[in-house]
């Protein structure tokens, strides 16, 4: 059965062939072939075949249909943690492919494979998915096998030129961070890592310093994991006041870069959402601080993304899956220091008042709506506010949360049509975002659902502005325009839709 498998699967190709078709053909064959070892029969005899002709290959096109199709097969929910087991202890899948993804680096050869973001973020989601399955003991053991290998001098500690935490070493060796981070955020709160202080300080200058994106991004979002996780001891609150000193220093520099500002910012949110997340003590100070760094000239608007990312679910490491440190109801908790972030927005500058503004509508989007609409009334001056700003993400926001607000009919904006209706007409004309006049005729048209003589006076003014909504240049925008103007002309007439 394995030799027809195999011979229909069409398992051989030429060797170091370049041709496209023979690529395609590949790429089909190993998708076929992780496809069927899922099945037990031929999951010992397809699987370390697989992985060898991944690490044995150095034409792109091959070693890219390998590594995502291997990508896939681990990802699926039928594989399950017997897939990964076998991949792990068997076939040793986590330590060869993190190893050779580490001397193709040192070696400096074959950079269509090594230097490829895609494939090395690829190769860390198998490590990854992989190893969360596994036991403590064996996450510990791998813990212990590659710490010296980015902390010391690499596979080789003749070669003291391998320095992948540096930011000063080339980027496509900085970004080997990434199989780091996949090796030690989905390992077990137990398992321990040593030295822990050492190594989150040096990834902590390797995401401030470095100029490279993704090694930037991963990181910070490894140091957060790492936090997130780490026992809550004195240790743990000594390194947290390093890292907050060390951060607001960076960040008081006059002449810092915009991009180490940006990446200091970046890091400042990733450590404030893993200390949210968990309730630790420390989480007032860092919060407080992000919530103050929104007047920063520079980097307020990048700030305010923070708060984004603090809102965001289902992180891709720093979650249940990777035995995160997460308290129910942390998004609900971190909202309730919104009557903070709105007396500072009274008392900035103007210039940098929509940063508050975004960083509010970013807290809105992530708290269930029951939890908006005990806080709406006070909030409704800030919503107004945010309608008459220029800024596209916030208009966004707050529209997409009025839309949801007036689906459901909520009572608090049922005094206030006066007030919003005409923004939302203004903004069916805004000239910078085709999304901004769709999301501005929807709210438009869900207003609609309210109690038809409430509308009835606003009827005439609207139909006559929504007309020339007709005329947009895109058919969406003129698509949507046709049905909200509709409604609001059968407002009051016989054919009005029934309201509930």
């Known amino acids: 059965m394995e030799a027809v498998v195999l011979s229909r699967l069409q398992w051989n190709t030429d060797p170091g062939s ?36 991944i690490t044995g290959k150095y034409q792109a096109d091959e070693c890219s249909a390998g590594i995502r199709s291997l990508r896939t097969l681990v990802e699926a929910p039928e594989s399950g943690s017997k897939v990964h087991t076998y ?123 470095t100029s490279h994106p993704l090694t930037s991004r991963s990181a910070a979002r490894f140091v957060a994991s790492l936090v997130n996780k780490a026992h809550d001891d004195e240790p743990l609150a000594v390194l947290l006041s390093n890292l907050l000193v060390t951060l607001l220093d960076t960040l008081d520099q006059d002449d810092i870069p915009v991009m180490k500002a940006t990446n200091a910012v970046n890091l400042f949110a990733w450590l404030t959402k893993a200390l949210v997340m968990r309730g630790h003590r420390q989480t007032d100070i860092w919060v407080g601080k992000l919530i103050a760094m929104l007047s920063h000239d520079a980097v307020g608007t990048c700030v305010a993304e923070g708060f984004k990312l603090i809102m965001i679910q289902n992180e891709e490491y720093m979650n249940s899956d990777n035995y995160g440190n997460i308290r129910i109801l942390y998004r609900q908790r971190f909202f309730q220091t919104f009557p903070e972030l709105v007396e500072h927005y009274h008392h900035a500058a103007q210039p940098v008042r929509c940063n508050f503004l975004i960083a509010l ?44 607000l007036l689906e459901s009919k909520h009572s608090v904006l049922e005094g206030h049509i006066q007030t919003f209706l ?79």
């Open 18 to 53: 370049e041709d496209e078709h023979n690529a395609l053909v590949v790429a089909r064959c190993l998708d076929a072939l992780c496809a069927v070892a899922v099945a037990e029969p031929f999951t010992e005899y397809l699987v370390p075949r697989i992985l060898s002709f």
């Open 87 to 209: 991949l792990c202890v068997q076939c040793g899948a986590v330590s060869g492919l993190v190893t050779w993804w580490l001397h193709g680096i040192q070696e400096n050869r074959y950079p269509q494979i090594f230097c490829n973001e895609d494939l090395l973020v690829d190769c860390a989601t198998i490590v990854s998915t992989i190893l969360r399955t596994q036991s403590e003991s064996f996450q510990s053991d791998i813990v212990t096998e590659f710490i010296p290998y980015f902390l010391d001098s690499g596979l080789n500690p003749e070669e003291n030129n391998f320095k992948p935490l540096m930011a000063s070493s080339s980027w496509h060796v900085t970004q080997s961070v990434v199989l780091l981070e996949a090796l030690l955020s989905p390992v077990r709160q137990d398992v321990n890592i040593p030295p822990l202080s050492c190594l989150v300080m040096q990834l902590q200058t390797l995401a401030i310093h």
């Open 361 to 404: 509508a970013y807290m809105l989007q992530g708290v269930p709506r029951v939890v908006l609409t005990m806080s709406l009334p006070e909030l409704i001056p800030l919503l107004v506010e945010s309608l008459e700003q220029s800024k596209v993400v916030l208009l966004l926001s707050i529209l997409e949360i009025l839309r949801d």
């Open 422 to 500: 005409p923004r939302f007409l203004k903004l069916t004309r805004f000239q910078d975002s085709l999304k901004v006049r769709i999301a501005a005729l929807q709210c438009a048209l869900q207003m609609c659902n309210y109690p038809t003589h409430l509308l009835l006076p606003y009827k005439q003014q609207t139909v006559h502005e929504l007309g020339s909504c007709l005329d947009d240049p895109k058919r969406l925008v003129r698509q949507q325009a046709v049905s909200t103007r509709s409604r609001w002309y059968l407002i009051g007439a016989s054919g009005e839709p029934t309201k509930t």
